[in-house]
């Protein structure tokens, strides 16, 4: 039984620096026939062939894509800490809000945000922001209520405290953080 356990091991070893030698980030027909022949014939756990393109990602610099293959490999708090110190104060200052609220929304869902830590200062703040400059945007288009008014004030009240509570960890973050 304990040989067992070590010939399977040693197979995951195996197979996991072979797809990290061997990925391309590249989206090709090519690269998903490959990846259904890995996952379907052969049984690779998909978990694992994200794992090694967010690390080829790493290597090569490319932080959008290392974010999304944490995420696609389930690795909701690298993930995270991803998007909050190298993208968000970038989408922020671009003011390319659809972006960042794509990540932020799909680590937002109680079964994943609970895992990642510090969401709640970082990664919610972020979503909350965005999600009140669609409440200003929609304010501008139409005609409110007071107590949207009101409600929005709140929001915003809160937001403002959460923000000044953001880390930064760079000039950027600065600016980022006091242009919100």
């Not at 800490?81 to 970038?90: F, G, I, N, P, T």
């Not at 960042?100 to 079964?111: Q, R, T, V, Y």
Request: charged share 30%; hydrophobic share 40%; aromatic share 8%.
């Amino acid at each position: 039984m304990l040989f067992q356990l070590l010939v399977l091991r040693c197979r995951e070893k195996a197979v996991r620096e072979l797809l990290s030698r061997h990925c391309a980030l590249a989206d090709s027909p090519e690269s998903w026939a490959k990846e259904t022949f890995l996952t379907q014939r052969l049984c690779v756990p998909p978990q694992w062939i994200h794992e090694a393109k967010a690390v080829r990602a790493r290597m090569e610099g490319d932080k959008h894509k290392e974010a999304l293959f944490l995420f696609k490999a389930g690795h909701w708090n690298q993930c995270h800490k991803l998007v909050v110190r190298h993208l968000a104060s970038d989408a922020i200052i671009n003011e390319n809000y659809k972006y960042l609220k794509g990540f932020l929304e799909d680590l937002s869902p109680p079964e994943r945000s609970t895992l990642i830590q510090d969401w709640e200062l970082a990664g919610l703040v972020y979503l909350d922001y965005i999600r009140v400059n669609e409440m200003l945007d929609r304010i501008q288009q139409l005609d409110c209520s007071t107590y949207e008014l009101e409600r929005l004030h709140t929001k915003v009240t809160s937001l403002c405290n959460r923000i000044e509570q953001l880390q930064c960890h760079n000039a950027k973050d600065r600016l980022a953080q006091s242009g919100r």
